[in-house]
């Protein structure tokens, strides 16, 4: 609803002067061809007093530079009266940008029947100067993908849910820059005094409309009015958002820019399904830290040891899959890696250790851990690059042998080569996350694990083998569904 909020402008078409109409000059250039919307009767006018208007816009960009580190274009931005559906914002060709309006719109979302530039009037008109500056144009995609969500009950969502051209969630980030840009231009403001303007009673019965057109999509009866809002956030779901982050709002520093406000409107969207599993698919790789071999043969103690790092180093390397809540801290995961380690025994010849055999080891690693991890449970209604926390992972290593063992005897040039077997261990894992709430995952995890490890080898003699080894990790997630 690049939209709901529109309404604005339209209690000043009423009474004000800004919005008294007037034709264009015949030196006036028409932007009414190829507009994005399909108006039965568009007016072909600008508002009365095009300068005002525009003076108004101006306000609003240079609060928005003052205030941010948001760069806003220098073209002109048209405010045009359209016989469209509700309030938008519109790029046409040429990089035309417009902002539309219509009368009624205004008129019904307004609590009272004033004779005045409303708070209603002017955070519409800041939601759609918000699609402008805040890029959307750039990141539209297909609505069609979105426009289902609300088909089905609160808490369920449909895969396409999340992407980052995701039009519902735009429409709150407007939202919420409009609800910016009033707490730096209006004194004492608060988000209340905008809610106590605005029809709720009205608005709630659009939201009935629209599903109750949504119940009947095989019906061509529906309007292009109802239509109009098959791609936008109900708006109690939209009231919702707007208090429970109306103090980060209002604390936001100067130094935010775009991404800010896509971060932000993409953690207030999630909020409203708290409940929706996610799952986030990461880059993962790691390298053995240290370890203690345990080896021995026959009842006999072997002595035996890890490479040193800076000779050989044992790693690990694939993929991590992980499903979470943005409500809860418990985590599922699941690590497939490959892992190639480095061991080694030795014997004393004049009382010196002497290297009598190595092996080089290579496995399918698939490790299934449950987690608890705070970064995911944070406090709601803060900026998503702050969220960052402790993880702690209980789960264990199922090691696959990947084809045959790499075995060198420096003793016995006859000795047989033993046969790698599958073996599984327990695995603890601590470290801590930085994650973002949002449709991008850009999630940072880093680890240290006791991974004790079973070496099954099939030989004669018949060793025992027993590593305790102590991994780190680090994960980035490059995939979110």
């Not at 078409?13 to 039965?40: G, M």
């Not at 775009?258 to 909020?271: E, H, Q």
């Not at 009842?299 to 180093?313: C, D, E, I, R, S």
Request: proline share 5%; charged share 20%.
């Amino acid at each position: 609803m690049k939209i709901i909020y529109f309404m604005v402008l339209v209690r000043i078409v009423s009474i004000n002067p800004l919005f008294a109409q007037r034709p264009p000059s015949k030196s006036t250039t028409d932007y009414t061809q190829n507009l994005p919307c399909n108006c039965e009767s568009y007016t072909r006018r600008y508002v009365e007093d095009a300068k005002t208007a525009q003076s108004l816009i101006n306000d609003y960009l240079k609060a928005i530079a003052k205030n941010s580190k948001i760069r806003t274009s220098s073209d002109p931005i048209y405010v045009l009266e359209a016989n469209c559906g509700s309030p938008m914002a519109a790029l046409c060709p040429g990089d035309i940008r417009l902002i539309l309006f219509n009368k009624y719109f205004f008129e019904l979302i307004n609590a009272k029947d004033v004779h005045t530039v409303t708070l209603v009037d002017k955070h519409v008109l800041a939601h759609e100067l918000g699609h402008h500056v805040l890029g959307h144009f750039k990141r539209i995609g297909s609505l069609s993908e979105v426009e289902k969500i609300y088909q089905k009950e609160k808490g369920y969502l449909k895969k396409k849910f999340i992407t980052n051209n995701n039009p519902m969630a735009q429409e709150i980030e407007a939202d919420l820059f409009a609800l910016w840009l009033l707490y730096k231009l209006e004194k004492g403001f608060q988000a209340e005094m905008l809610i106590a303007q605005i029809d709720t009673m009205k608005m709630e019965e659009l939201d009935k409309r629209f599903m109750k057109q949504k119940e009947n999509t095989n019906s061509v009866k529906n309007t292009k009015e109802e239509k109009s809002y098959s791609t936008h956030p109900f708006f109690s779901d939209r009231i919702k958002i707007m208090r429970q982050y109306q103090n980060t709002i209002k604390n936001l520093q100067t130094t935010t820019g775009v991404r800010g406000f896509n971060n932000l409107g993409n953690s207030a969207f999630m909020d409203l399904w708290p409940s929706r599993a996610y799952w986030d698919i990461s880059l993962s790789a790691g390298v053995v830290l240290g370890g203690i071999p345990d080896f021995s043969a026959d009842g006999q103690k072997v002595a035996a040891f890890m490479y040193a790092l800076n000779q050989k180093t044992s790693f690990h390397t694939g993929l991590s899959l992980t499903r979470f809540r943005w409500d809860k801290p418990w985590q599922t995961t699941l690590d497939v890696h490959w892992s190639k380690q480095h061991y080694g025994t030795t014997f004393l010849i004049n009382d010196s250790p002497k290297l009598a055999e190595e092996l080089h080891l290579d496995y399918l690693t698939l490790s299934p851990q449950i987690g608890w991890n705070s970064a995911v449970a944070s406090r709601r209604g803060s900026l998503s690059a702050s969220k960052r926390g402790l993880l702690v992972n209980v789960g264990a290593n199922f090691f696959f042998p990947i084809g045959a063992l790499s075995y060198t005897n420096y003793i016995a040039t006859s000795a047989p080569v033993p046969n790698l077997r599958f073996s599984a261990m327990p695995k603890v894992s601590v470290g801590v996350a930085f994650t973002k709430k949002t449709f991008l995952p850009r999630n940072l995890k880093w680890l240290v694990s006791y991974e004790p490890q079973w070496i099954r080898l099939e030989v004669t003699p018949r060793p025992t083998a027993i590593s305790h080894n102590f991994t780190t990790t680090l994960q980035y997630a490059i995939l979110r569904r």
